[in-house]
């Protein structure tokens, strides 16, 4: 099934003007934010080096050595806690102190990608999520179960319940996945060219190499707009883990996950070169055509802008050619079966190396992936550094190193710092799934009866109130002044969500009113369509940058 992106038309109506309490006027907001990094420090035995200190790390942003101002070592072995990255930096006026248990905190979503999982395979991995959450997930931490089977599902939200997660496992184990289909869709291009050749030799003839091509384009036509939903999808849990404190890993299962996955039919039909006439180019040179250009990157950067650690596990096995090793090498090991290896291998290991990650390619040893994610988890560091300028969405570059000791170092290769609109569409994307942080604003949002649009669309009236005690107000003259807007994002019931629409109000009243305007009182209407699940809600008030949500239950 295509995944639909829906847009989302949002029209604002005025701002009504009931009876209002008294409310904090404007004042000065100083901002001073710290970047946290996570950091794993292995030796030659690939096992975790604990004990190094601030002074052993040297990190660079952009190529600009940064100063680290904050510093934990975490250690499942021996109490954490929280030490001064050096004693002439103390934490800046403003800012509280950091939270050794949000630090220790551990958030695992455990995504699999049932699109292109073979059930049988899929079945032979589960054992080991189970022992790996039952062995590893504290007090404290969540763990969540995500599918992917051409839409998203929640199988399980973020919870501390182990009984939970096991049963969410246990109903994945008995669903039926349409993995499958991937491999037939493969089979049935090979059973087709196969058709066409014997179908020009029961005539005595060679079918021209034309035709070769051009149903091998076909397939890989398709194929490619399958990947691209598949990485959309990963993209969107990965934002949605942005409201998460603490370390954040996602572990994807999946299958064959490649930024060309035209490749595989291309290099068959080579393979068939002597049944066609009129050979003139291999079918491989075509390749480029179905490339998924900035597939790593655009994982990686929503991985990233979250702070989410990505640990690709392809559950194809040995077939796939290589063996498990650090992501930050990217290195084969092993022979490779087929040509296709190498780029499905590229693909997973440079997402996990970008985001601080490991990945499983080419091997059946999934004790050993999650023993390495466990590993990661239970022994780390966290290094701070003060950020500098406005955040503006851009993404900066960040590499740190150990100043006199010879260890592999793995840590996420970027950092970007979201402006507040792009952090509040992530925020409300996220909260379609889970609880993305304390509803700052206090305000409520309630759905009317919706009225059928066109085809399957429905416009849903939404009324969203703001109590104005929570909004900041700027005197102008004799009137006070502000300005917010509001975000919102639908998710249908079979999974797929919407564009993020954002519309800014600003409003303006007699200061002596004040007393007498208790909310505001917005409404709006949501074009979604007859399948949407729930819609997702967001007000960021702008001077201030205070933040609500609220989710709205569909029937």
């Known amino acids: 099934m295509k995944l639909k992106t829906l847009a989302l038309a949002i029209l604002m109506a005025a701002v ?14 100083i901002e001073v934010r710290v970047t946290n990094v996570d950091v794993v420090v292995t030796g030659k035995d690939g096992k975790p080096v604990p004990g190094l200190k601030a002074d052993d790390f040297a990190l660079y942003e952009d190529g600009v050595q940064k100063q680290i101002t904050n510093f934990l070592e975490i250690r499942e072995d021996a109490p954490s806690a929280l030490t001064p990255a050096h004693a002439a930096a103390p934490t800046a006026p403003g800012v509280p102190p950091a939270s050794a ?22 079945n032979t991995v589960l054992p080991f999520v189970s022992d790996f959450v039952k062995n590893n997930i504290r007090k404290g931490d969540e763990t969540a179960i ?89 993209k969107v849990v990965a934002a949605s883990m942005r409201g998460a404190s603490g370390r954040k890993v996602l572990v994807f299962v999946t299958e064959g996950l490649s930024s060309n996955p035209a490749e595989a039919a291309l290099v068959y039909l080579d393979s068939l070169k002597d049944q066609f006439e009129g050979f003139d180019v291999p079918a491989i040179s075509y390749k480029h055509d179905f490339e998924i250009d900035g597939l790593v990157r655009d994982v990686a950067d929503a991985a990233n802008s979250s702070g989410v650690s990505i640990y690709p596990i392809d559950v194809g096995g040995k077939m796939s050619g290589t063996d498990f ?21 590229m693909t997973v290991n440079g997402i996990a190396a970008e985001t601080g990650g490991v990945a499983l390619y080419g091997s059946t040893n999934w004790k050993l992936a999650f023993d390495t994610i466990a590993n990661d988890l239970n022994t780390y560091y966290s290094l701070g550094y ?27 290769h970027a950092v970007i710092e979201p402006s507040a609109a792009s952090e509040m569409t992530d925020a409300v994307t996220a909260h379609l799934f889970r609880e993305v942080g304390t509803n700052g604003l206090a305000i409520r949002a ?17 009324t969203i109130t703001i109590p104005t005690e929570k909004l900041t107000l700027l005197p102008d003259g004799a009137d006070l002044t502000g300005s917010f807007s509001v975000f919102a994002a639908f998710l249908r019931k079979d999974g797929a969500v919407s564009k993020v629409a954002r519309q800014q109000q600003n409003f303006r009243f007699p200061a002596e009113s004040l007393k007498r305007r208790k909310e505001i009182t917005v409404k709006i209407d949501v074009k979604a369509d007859t399948r949407t699940g729930g819609i997702s809600v967001g007000v960021l008030d702008e001077p201030s940058h205070s933040t609500g949500f609220a989710a709205v239950k569909m029937e």
């Open 16 to 29: 009504s003007a009931p009876a209002f309490a008294q409310t904090a006027l404007y004042g000065e907001v």
């Open 101 to 122: 248990d949000d630090n220790r905190r551990r958030e695992v979503v455990v995504f699999l990608d049932n699109s292109s999982i073979q059930p049988f395979h899929r």
């Open 146 to 234: 995500i599918t992917w089977a051409h839409s998203l599902k929640a199988e399980l939200e973020p919870t501390t319940d182990f009984a939970a997660v096991e049963a969410a496992l246990d109903r994945v184990a008995k669903q039926a996945a349409p993995g499958t289909d991937s491999g037939a869709d493969f089979k049935q291009f090979q059973e087709h060219l196969t058709f066409v050749i014997r179908a020009y030799q029961s005539s005595g003839r060679t079918p021209p190499w034309s035709e070769g091509i051009a149903t091998a384009r076909q397939y890989a036509m398709a194929a490619t707009q399958q990947m691209r939903q598949r990485v959309e999808a990963l």
């Open 325 to 345: 090793a650090d992501a930050s090498e990217t290195r084969m090991v092993g022979s490779l079966p087929m040509m296709v290896a190498p780029t499905a291998s």
């Open 386 to 412: 003060r950020a500098s300028g406005e955040r503006t969405d851009h993404l900066r570059n960040v590499v740190v190193r150990l100043t006199n000791k010879k260890y592999a170092v793995r840590t996420r």
């Open 446 to 462: 309630s759905a009317g009866t919706a009225t059928a649009d066109s085809g399957e669309a429905i416009v849903v009236p939404l």
